[in-house]
């Protein structure tokens, strides 16, 4: 077995998003700061509803995924196909924008904590027009594995492995063949998780403490820590305990070009994105 290190740390910024919400960014908080077949990781947290409360308007996106996961709260998804969904504590609701989409992810709360993260993955050329998708998965439908260290892990997409016991996560059959871990780990508690060795992977700490390797590096709360190539992580937690996301998924390897909503490979590509918009037929068919 080869083992991954933390080769670098990003840590998130404060930043916002739809028409308001405060959140932290790390993963696409620049350019540069993103880690195929990855483009952005972020974390909303906030007891106070002036952070959240006017949500994310109908906007569009092209090209990519998004997916959602919710720890504490409630928010209402609308798309332009009809789909209608609402997400609550643990549930997670994973969207292909894939050829375009026009959607909403609002409040359905006017108090109390707020708390979820969204990831985006990028789709590779091949898959970026396809019709769109979108599924909704309630917690009951998440498994939870034991880890032979202590803790447990939710398992959102992939197949975790602990001893002889396999746990595969709902989400399967999507090109980045992703891995998405929700790690609960208690004080002091020692873990390997196996990951894919073609996978780039990454870990975000969102609550207490972890050192990552056999080198014992530190991870600071709230940042993404950006793994060296292997096929397992060794994490420890610290005296709070830990709770962190293990992120997974295949390189593509392709030009990414970026304009906010739209991710494609070309400059020209986001320029038809943007008129395709305009026009009324960037979620059409």
Known sequence: MSARRLQAVIESVAASDGAGVKLRRSLGSTPSRRFDPFLM?????????DDYIAGFPSHPHRGFETVTYMLDGRMRHEDSFGHVGEIGPGGVQWMTAARGIIHSEMPLQSEGRMRGFQLWINLPSREKMK????????????????LAGGGDARVIAG????????VSGPMA????????????LPP???????????HNVFLYVYEGEAVVG?????????????????????????????????LGGNPIGERVAQYGPFVMNTPEEIQQ???DY????LAAG
């Not at 769109?132 to 034991?146: D, K, L, M, S, V």
Request: glycine share 10%; net charge negative.
């Open 41 to 49: 990781l972020d974390e909303f947290f906030s007891d106070d509803p």
């Open 188 to 198: 002091g508690a020692a873990v390997t998780i196996p990951t894919a060795a073609a």
């Open 159 to 166: 197949t975790l492995r602990q001893g002889s016991v396999d």
């Open 278 to 281: 305009q026009q009324g037929v």
């Open 273 to 275: 994105a943007i008129r």
């Open 173 to 184: 059959g999507l090109s980045a063949d992703p891995q998405y871990y929700d790690l609960r």
């Open 214 to 246: 056999d080198d014992a590096r530190a991870l600071p709360l709230r940042s993404a820590g950006l793994l060296t190539p292997g096929d397992e992580v060794r994490i420890v937690a610290g005296a709070a305990g830990a709770g962190l996301l293990l």
């Open 131 to 146: 019709p769109a998708a979108y599924r909704e998965i309630p917690p009951g439908e998440i498994p939870i594995a034991a």
